[in-house]
C-alpha cells in the first residue's frame, strides 16, 4: 500500500494514508465512521488500487454491497489479482443473487487463489446454497480436507462453525453439537459464538451475577422486614433544642446579668 501511494504527492500521500488507518482501525468498531474516512480517500486518490480496496472493504462492512462489488472490481482491474473474487462473489449474494455468487464459485479464478482464499470461497458458496434453500447442498459443499484437518489455520474455526450451522440446519443436531465443539477449540482470537451455540444446545442458560446479588439483597431485606429508608436524611425537628444550645444560652445571660451590676454599681458611686 505504501508503495501505491508512492506514485502521489508528497503531502497528498500523507493525508491519504492518515484516512486509509482510519478505515482500517474503525472497520470493526465502528464501520459507518470507517466508510466516511474511506470516501475521503476515495475522493483524494480514486486511482489507487489500495484505495478502492479499502473503500469496497468499508462499503461491505456497512452492508452497501453494490457499492462495495463496484470497488472491489475496480481494485481488481487496476491490479490484475484474484484475491478478492471470495468478497465479490459474497456481495453476490448480499444483493439478493446467490445464483451468481455460485457461479463465481465454479470459475478458472478459483484455482488461481491461496488455500485461504479457496476456503472462503466454499464458504461463501456454502451460504449461497442456503440462500437458495440448499441446506443439504451446503453441507456436502463444506465437506473438505481442509475440515477434515486437524491442523489449525486462520480460518479452520469458522470454516468449523459454518458447517455445525449447515448439519444443524439440515437436523443433525447431534453432529452440529461436536462441530461447534471443535470450532470453539479452533477459535483463538473469538471470531464465532461457538460457546453460545454450545450452550444453546445444552440448554445451559446464563444470568447477570450482578443483578442476581442485587434481587436477592432486595429479598432477603423484604423478609427481615428492614425498613425502606429514602436517600436523603429527615430533618431535625425545628421545636427540639439541641443541650449544648441551652448551656450557652443560661451562660450568655449570666454574663449579661453580672454586666448590668456592675453598671449600678458605678452609677452608686
Do not use: H
Not at 482491474?77 to 444483493?95: F, K, N, Y
Not at 481442509?146 to 474455526?157: F, G, K, N, R
Not at 468449523?160 to 477449540?185: H, I, P, T
Request: aromatic share 4%; proline share 4%; charged share 30%.
Amino acid at each position: 500500500m505504501r508503495q501505491e501511494l508512492m506514485s502521489l504527492p508528497k503531502g497528498l500521500a500523507e493525508e491519504v494514508a492518515r484516512n486509509l488507518v482510519m478505515v482500517a482501525n474503525l472497520l470493526d468498531e465502528d464501520p459507518e465512521q470507517a466508510y466516511a474516512y474511506s470516501r475521503i480517500a476515495l475522493r483524494l486518490a480514486s486511482r489507487v488500487a489500495a484505495v478502492r480496496e479499502a473503500a469496497g472493504f468499508a462499503s461491505y462492512a456497512t452492508a452497501k454491497y453494490s457499492e462495495a462489488l463496484a470497488e472491489f472490481r475496480a481494485a481488481r482491474r487496476m491490479t490484475g489479482s484474484v484475491e478478492l473474487w471470495p468478497v465479490m462473489a459474497d456481495c453476490e449474494r448480499g444483493m439478493g443473487r446467490p445464483e451468481r455468487a455460485l457461479a463465481m464459485a465454479g470459475e478458472p479464478e478459483v484455482n488461481k487463489l491461496d488455500k485461504a482464499g479457496q476456503v472462503e470461497m466454499r464458504l461463501v458458496a456454502a451460504g449461497a446454497r442456503k440462500d437458495m434453500g440448499q441446506a443439504d447442498a451446503a453441507v456436502v459443499t463444506l465437506q473438505s480436507p481442509e475440515l477434515a484437518s486437524s491442523s489449525v489455520q486462520p480460518w479452520t474455526a469458522r470454516l468449523r462453525y459454518a458447517y455445525a450451522d449447515a448439519l444443524l440446519e439440515v437436523g443433525r443436531e447431534s453432529e452440529a453439537r461436536d462441530w461447534f465443539a471443535k470450532a470453539l477449540e479452533a477459535d483463538q482470537g473469538g471470531q464465532t459464538d461457538a460457546s453460545d451455540r454450545l450452550a444453546e444446545l445444552d440448554g445451559v442458560e446464563f444470568t447477570d451475577a450482578l443483578v442476581e446479588s442485587e434481587d436477592d439483597e432486595a429479598a432477603s431485606d423484604e423478609e427481615a422486614g428492614a425498613p425502606v429508608t429514602s436517600e436523603e436524611p429527615a430533618e431535625e425537628p425545628a421545636q427540639a433544642e439541641k443541650p449544648v444550645e441551652k448551656a450557652v444560652e443560661a451562660e450568655e445571660s449570666a454574663d449579661a446579668g453580672k454586666a448590668a451590676d456592675a453598671g449600678k454599681a458605678d452609677d452608686n458611686s
